[in-house]
């Protein structure tokens, strides 16, 4: 019904409930009898005034049918989005469904050339002063070069628990190795984030730092986490990794630094993900609203039987390279010798972890997924590659995906519908489900957020 019938129908509703009062303010002083008067004076005559009021309130209830739908329809649609955010009650959920990408992390209009710089080395494995010495040693190398964003590998002080990868699970060294990497893991702040801090300083670039993040005051949690550093030194944002990948279920938590995974820089926007999420289609879409200049992707040193890191860093981040329209920056680490000393049990481990050190070889991309630069030869070095930001708009021209060629509000109800329930519960049990609303604030509740920020 549109506005103007409604009004048309207030109108003579008006009319009506006019010539009732009339009628009755008249009847106490006059015997109307002919419809004729009704013409002349606006009264009813006395055997019509029942009719005429049931047509009468007839018409009253549906204008007022009318204006309730006119109304609840637009009240429906006004609360679509709060109704949506209310069931998640969460802001980073308002965050991805909002229409209008305002974010933070997007401050400056990137313009000009960048020199980017992909470290691909091996740790000292399980040693994390030794290995921070190594870091700071590639800092002040990529600074001498001249780079102005330096990306280092997944986990790399004091090394990625790659064993969950080559041997069983309750294989005797596992538990060992477990322990080793918890002792040597860094918390944060403390003196290796200090150290580096400094050399990043020295060099005045822009790095980040894959560690295995140690949570003080326990005796067994570890995050899978990314430091971002600017170039004054200062440690500007943490990144935890969502979701720990396969076999790292048993050695990291999931993140608890929520979904910001980028910082304002001084050429624009620089995110991060780490190995697997760098292919999580939220995950990249909740980038993409921060407009990313430069993405850097930390990668581990090697995978299990039948998958090569290579391989797989570049097929993930040529497609994030064209979705962003952004830089990427893969760092993936080298299968040193002591971690075959470490864990490799058998000729069959040996033989495939050295294979393995073969493909630990890192890239540059480019717009559109071309690669800029890489792989190196097989050892460790820094792959450079040279960038100009002013041809990033262009890519944005028919194609935004944080803007006009993006429709949030279709997609939106699938964010409420995973908040309100679990669907495969109901399959499963066949009973009632807890809403995932409540189990977010449990999960909150039970766990410390950790979230450093400039």
Known sequence: MSSGSHLKDSWWMLQALKTQLDYTRYNTTANVTKWEDVNRYGYLPDGLFIPYALANLFTLVI????????????VLREKKFQDIASAAEDPEVVKILRTDPVNGARKQMPKGNLKLAAVQAAPVFLDKEATTQKVCALIREAGHNRADVVDFPEGFIPGHPGWVEAIPLIAKPAPSLFCELFNQAVEVPGPEVEAIGEAWKEAGIYAVVGINE???????TLFNTQL????????????QKHVPTVGE????????????ASVPTDFGCLSGLICGE????????SLSLDYPVVHVASWPPHF???????????????????????????????????IIAKYALDEETRDLLRDQMQKSRGSIIGLGGRVLAGPLSVGEGILYADVNLDDLIKLKYGVDYAGHYNRPEL????????????????????QKDTPRSDLY??????????????
């Open 63 to 74: 204008v007022l049918l009318g204006l309730y739908s006119y109304r609840k329809d637009g």
């Open 214 to 220: 140690r949570r003080a005051g326990t005796t067994g």
């Open 228 to 239: 971002f550093f600017g170039r004054d030194g200062a440690l500007l944002h943490k990144h």
């Open 249 to 260: 279920r048993l050695v990291h938590a999931p993140g608890q630094t929520g979904s910001k």
């Open 278 to 285: 760098n292919g999580n289609p939220l995950a990249q879409y």
């Open 304 to 338: 299990g039987p039948g998958s090569d890191v290579q391989g797989a860093s570049n097929l993930f981040t040529s497609g994030l390279a064209t979705s962003l329209a952004c830089y990427v920056i893969n760092s993936v680490a080298v299968v040193g010798e002591d």
């Open 411 to 430: 997609f939106a109800h699938h964010f409420a519908n995973y908040f309100r329930r679990d669907p495969h519960s109901i399959e499963i049990t066949g």
């Open 441 to 454: 604030r449990i999960h909150l509740n039970a766990c410390e957020v950790s979230e450093i920020s400039q």
